[in-house]
C-alpha cells in the first residue's frame, strides 16, 4: 500500500505537477527543477522498509529506463510485454495523447540511433505518434530482455488469463 506519511504526500503532490519534459530534462542531466528536487528529496525510500518483503515497482512508461533502473537498485526486472495495438487502444480509452515536440524529437532521435528508423514528422496526427511510440517502446524493452537473460519476460495477454497462476510461475 502507498505510505500516508506527510513526506510522501507532498512528494506525490509535487510530482503530480511536475511535466514531462522536466522529467526528461533531469533524466538527461541537462536541468533539474525544484519542484522535481522536492520529489527526489522528501520521497520516502522502497527499499529497506521493515514492513514489506517485495517491492513492486509498476510502470509502463519505463522503456527507455529500465536498463538505468537495474543498474541503480537492486531489482529482480519482470518485463511486461504488451501487444503494441492493445497499448495503442487502451492509451486511446484514457484520452491520452502521445507526445509531441522535443520529447517527440528526442524519441525520434533514439528511433534513428538504436534502430534506424527514419524521425517522424513533427506535424503527424496524433494516431501515428502514438504508433511511433508503442513500436520505439517494444523495440526498447525488446533490446533490454536480450542484453539481460535473466529478466523475466511476460505476455500481458498470457497473464490477463490468470494473473496469479501466471505471475508465480514467472517469479
Known amino acids: 500500500a502507498p505510505s500516508r506519511s506527510v513526506r510522501d504526500r507532498i512528494a506525490r503532490r ?7 519534459e522536466a522529467k526528461t530534462a533531469a533524466r538527461q542531466g541537462t536541468h533539474v527543477t525544484p ?17 514489506c518483503t517485495h517491492v ?4 509502463v512508461n519505463a522503456a527507455f529506463a529500465v536498463e538505468w533502473i537495474a543498474a541503480r537498485f537492486p531489482v529482480d526486472v519482470a518485463v511486461v510485454l504488451r501487444h503494441p495495438l492493445d497499448v495503442i487502444a487502451s492509451w486511446r480509452d484514457f484520452g ?8 517527440l524529437a528526442a524519441i525520434s532521435a533514439l528511433a534513428r540511433e538504436r534502430w534506424e528508423v527514419e524521425p517522424l514528422s513533427t506535424d503527424a496526427d ?12 517494444t523495440a526498447a524493452f525488446e533490446d533490454a530482455l ?3 537473460p535473466s529478466w523475466v ?3 500481458h495477454e498470457v497473464v490477463c488469463l490468470d494473473p496469479v497462476a501466471q505471475l508465480r510461475v514467472a517469479a
Open 146 to 148: 536480450g542484453a539481460h
Open 126 to 137: 496524433a494516431l501515428a505518434r502514438a504508433a511511433f511510440l508503442a513500436g520505439c517502446m
Open 96 to 103: 491520452w495523447s502521445p507526445p509531441g515536440g522535443e520529447l
Open 14 to 20: 509535487a510530482d503530480a505537477g511536475v511535466r514531462p
Open 56 to 59: 513492486v515497482v509498476k510502470s
Open 153 to 155: 519476460r511476460v505476455q
Open 35 to 51: 519542484r522535481l528536487r522536492i520529489v527526489t528529496r522528501t520521497a520516502e525510500p522502497l527499499v529497506g522498509r521493515d514492513d
